[in-house]
């Protein structure tokens, strides 16, 4: 069972440059979302998606894009790399809307240069 | 003011003590508190969730909300070198497995010392 799996796990990009981070789960959640994780600022919701073609924006959404075509794959998109997006994203799946729990991927590094 | 505060720690403790770890709100909309904790170079994992106010425990954890004065708390007794992380408050509106809509605190980070 491989849970929430994120790819790549490093990454570095140059100012300006685009990249997509994959995120996949195989547990058939409807819900999924995109955190990133900075020193001294905790997690903040970037993107988030209810279902299947369903996406909403979070706290931090300014920078990227988000698709939901199929239950299993929500990919978050730099549509041009800045220095401020340098920090770790996390991937995350639920699948109980009345419940709490939500299964976090490992974590993508990024960092612009 | 930050929506949840939580103190910066870092906190190091001998094995065997008793850990309190804190985290203030502003937001009395918060009705879902909960608790994760983060091994380095790893996600966030769910360790102890709490509807409104009250006390709830898990082994060795105790999770508390005290909503009339916006403070949870997690206690965690007989500490072990294998609790060492890096503990984060959550809270939310609605039950966050919704929409994942949670807020964070800024994380503790936890030595426990053989």
């Known amino acids: 069972n491989a849970g929430v799996t994120q790819t790549p796990k490093f990454q570095v990009l140059k100012t300006g440059q685009s990249m997509t981070l994959q995120c996949a789960q195989d547990?058939?959640?409807?819900?999924m979302s995109w955190y990133r994780q900075d020193p001294g600022m905790g997690l903040r919701l970037i993107h988030y998606s209810v279902g299947a073609g369903i996406t909403d924006q979070g706290e931090v959404p300014n920078g990227y894009n988000v698709s939901r075509s199929t239950t299993e794959d929500f990919p978050l998109r730099l549509l041009s790399a800045a220095p401020s997006q340098t920090s770790v994203y996390f991937c995350a799946s639920s699948y109980d809307p009345s419940g709490n729990t939500i299964y976090f991927g490992e974590g993508s590094w990024l960092t612009v240069v | 003011q930050k929506e949840v505060e939580q103190d910066p720690g870092p906190l190091s403790v001998p094995e065997g003590a008793i850990v309190s770890l804190n985290c203030t709100y502003s937001?009395?909309?918060?009705?879902?508190f909960m608790w994760y904790r983060q091994y380095s170079r790893k996600g966030p994992e769910l360790l102890m969730y709490?509807?409104?106010?009250g006390n709830k425990e898990d082994g060795r954890f105790t999770a508390q909300v005290d909503k009339s004065s916006k403070y949870i708390s997690l206690f965690i007794r007989d500490s072990q070198p294998s609790d060492s992380a890096t503990y984060l408050c959550?809270?939310?509106?609605?039950?966050?497995?919704?929409?994942?809509?949670?807020?964070f605190g800024k994380g503790i980070t936890l030595s426990v010392r053989p």
């Open positions: 959550a809270m939310s509106v609605l039950p966050s497995g919704a929409n994942s809509k949670l807020t």
């Open positions: 709490t509807y409104s106010s």
């Open positions: 937001n009395s909309a918060f009705q879902y």
């Open positions: 547990m058939n959640h409807e819900y």
